[in-house]
Each structure stands twice: as C-alpha cells, then as structure tokens.
C-alpha cells in the first residue's frame, strides 16, 4: 500500500514535466513552432543519450560540479560562521550587517570580469564567484535561524548553570539547524545557475562552455540536449538535498508536531 502511494506521488509529480515534453514535441512536429528556432524535443533525445554514451556530457560536468559545490562548501562553512557571529555579536553586527546589505542584490556574474583580472579564467575565479553567491543566503538564513531560538530555552540553560560553549553545542545549533539547512537549499540552485552564467562568459571547459559552443555552431539539438541533461542533475541535487534534510531534522518535524 505505501509503495503504491509512492508510485501514485511519482508519477503525479512528473505529470507535469511529461506534458510539457510532449507539447514541445507536437509544437515542431506540426510545424507551430519552427524546428531551426526550436529543435523537437525526439531529436534532443537523441543527442543527450549521445553525449551521456560518447562521455562528452560527462567530462564537462565533472568540472562543473567541481566548481559549484566547491564554491558552496566554502560559502556553507564561512556562512555558518558569520551568520552566527553577527547573530550573537553587536559589534559583528553592526560592521557586517551594511557590507551583506549591499552586497545582496549586486547581480555576482557582474564579478566575472573583474576575478578573471584577479585570477584569470581558472577554476579558482569560477569558484569565488559561486562562493560569493551563495554565501549571502546562508548569512541570512543563519542569521535569523540563530535570533529565532527561543529566549526561554537559552534562559533555562544558562540557569542550569549551562556553559556558553555547550549552551551553543546544545540548544543554538541544534535549534537554528532548519534555518541553516534552507540557507542551503537556497544557496545549492544558485551555485548551479551562477557556474553555468560563468562558464559561458570566462571558461574553456564546463557545461556553459559545452552549452555556448553548439549554440555558436548552430547545433541546438545538442545544445538543449546539454541543458536538459544539466537541469536534471540539478534536480536531483535538489531532491537529494531536501531528502536528507528531512532525515536529519526529523526530530525537528516531531517537536513541531508534538
């Protein structure tokens, strides 16, 4: 019974996504929608099983990811430790608070130019841009997952006689863990668009660069066949991402209940 529930969830799911599929294709093939403006999505098929089996898609990807979730991590470890350092600190505050206010809405690929002078067109000025991006996020999150904890459980600690150190291993951590977890997840997609907005700009290796190369050639089956291909392995980083996080808060989904 609750295999059949997950079959049912499923396909309800991917309902949507077959239906624009089999639009797209009824669109070329009637000739609504022109095949040089937009290749049908049975040829796109095509070319994206050939760059999985030729192992074009492959090479590519693997630096690409490289440079996405390496820029996360960063961004994840020196999120956390601001997010939690302006959160319990006014003077850490009060000096970081203008700095991530500003920063915030500066679109980061404009940096592209500028890490390219730094670093040149390298892995590493890839990744800082990727880390600057989705650093934000994780401030924020982190942040104000750390103020929402409630006063009254910090209070009863610290009257138990609680030290600060276990006080933060114990009660702050724990509880601005969901905060944290969705600054992650907000920061996973942005790292996947930032890498791919770098890549087409300043790189020579990477799905952006595979993606910019049959755009120039004018193979768009390929082309879209690389950006379908993308966009699947991001989706499934995100689904990975959210099942985990409901794993590892579970006892937050049961407290809440309770």
Do not use: C
Request: charged share 15%.
């Amino acid at each position: 019974m609750i295999g059949q529930t997950r079959i049912a969830a499923a396909a309800s799911a991917l309902a949507p996504i077959a239906a624009l599929l089999a639009g797209w294709e009824i669109l070329t093939r009637t000739g609504l929608v022109s095949t040089q403006v937009l290749p049908r999505f049975s040829s796109v098929g095509v070319a994206a099983v050939d760059l999985a089996v030729s192992g074009t898609l492959g090479q590519h990807l693997v630096v690409s990811l490289y440079r996405a979730l390496g820029g996360l991590a960063l961004s994840l470890v020196a999120g956390v430790l601001l997010g939690f350092a302006m959160a319990t600190s006014r003077p850490a505050e009060r000096f970081f608070d203008p700095l991530v206010s500003l920063l915030y809405p500066l679109p980061k690929t404009a940096l592209v130019p500028l890490t390219m002078v730094w670093l040149g067109v390298t892995d590493k000025a890839a990744i800082l841009v990727i880390f600057l991006a989705g650093l934000l996020p994780i401030v924020v999150n982190t942040y104000h997952g750390v103020r929402s904890v409630d006063r009254v459980l910090i209070w009863s600690a610290r009257s138990l006689g609680t030290s600060e150190r276990r006080l933060l291993r114990r009660v702050v951590i724990p509880a601005s863990l969901p905060y944290i977890w969705n600054g992650l997840r907000i920061a996973l997609p942005i790292s996947f668009i930032v890498v791919i907005s770098v890549e087409l700009v300043a790189s020579k290796v990477g799905i952006g660069n595979l993606i910019n190369g049959y755009g120039s050639l004018g193979v768009y089956d390929y082309m879209f066949a690389t950006i379908l291909l993308f966009v699947a392995v991001a989706f499934v980083a995100d689904r990975v991402t959210v099942g985990l996080g409901r794993r590892l808060l579970r006892w937050h989904a049961e407290t809440e209940a309770s």
